[in-house]
């Protein structure tokens, strides 16, 4: 018990210095951004598998 409390601690503590998502989702606020991030990725692979196909068909410019 003692071993896994200092595994989290110490992983909670190193996460939360070195990956800035992490303190953003410790906050309601970050919570919101969620749904209208992912919608842009979905858009940014939809871009990129349009013009990959293009460029697979020979279109260049």
């Known amino acids: ?7 989290n ?6 996460l939360r210095r070195r990956m800035p998502t ?16 992912m919608l842009l990725g979905v858009i ?3 871009a990129a598998a349009y013009c990959s196909t293009l460029i697979a ?4 410019k």
Do not use: K
């Not at 992490?22 to 209208?36: F, H, K, M, V």
């Not at 068909?57 to 260049?60: A, K, P």
């Open 1 to 7: 018990m003692l071993l896994t409390r200092l595994w």
């Open 9 to 14: 601690s110490s992983t909670r503590a190193v």
């Open 22 to 37: 992490n303190i953003l989702l410790d906050t309601r606020r970050g919570l919101e951004w969620g749904i209208p991030a």
């Open 44 to 46: 940014y692979i939809f």
């Open 57 to 60: 068909h020979g279109w260049s």
